[in-house]
């Protein structure tokens, strides 16, 4: 198991996307993980030393828009977990533009809460199970 010293969250928000990168040591990446709302789902793409990522293509049904910043924070809790790391060693960035924040605490965009693309990922989503 490599060791990983921290994770920098990049959250974008005019995008409903997130790219997590757990660093091994402040300058080097050992594993980036991108959380993405799709037409289909929620993709969660992996690049690391695991090859291949079990985490890697899998498509998630999207949660209403009361439950989406748990669902998504419970995918970050669990990235987390993977590289045992504490939340105090997480690092949020928010993305607007050229201007980048950094809060204490992770709170999901309002792009994620688009009830409208909500509702046709969880359509496209089940459409798409039915079909396996």
């Known amino acids: ?59 998630h049904r999207p949660a209403l828009v009361a439950g989406l910043q748990q669902q998504i924070a419970d995918f970050l809790s669990a990235l987390q977990h993977e590289y045992f790391l504490p939340s105090k060693r997480v690092n949020y960035y928010y993305l607007r533009g050229q201007q980048v924040t950094k809060p204490a605490v992770f709170i999901l965009p309002s792009c994620w809460r688009d009830e409208t693309l909500l509702a046709q990922a969880r359509q496209e989503f089940d459409r798409n199970q039915r079909l396996r």
């Open 1 to 59: 198991m490599l060791k990983a010293v921290e994770i920098n969250l990049e959250i974008y928000e005019d995008t409903p996307r997130i790219v997590a990168f757990v660093m091994r040591s402040t300058s080097r990446v050992l594993a980036t993980r991108e959380i993405s709302l799709m037409e289909r789902g929620i993709l969660i793409q992996c690049q690391c030393e695991k090859s291949p990522c079990p985490a890697n293509g899998w498509i």
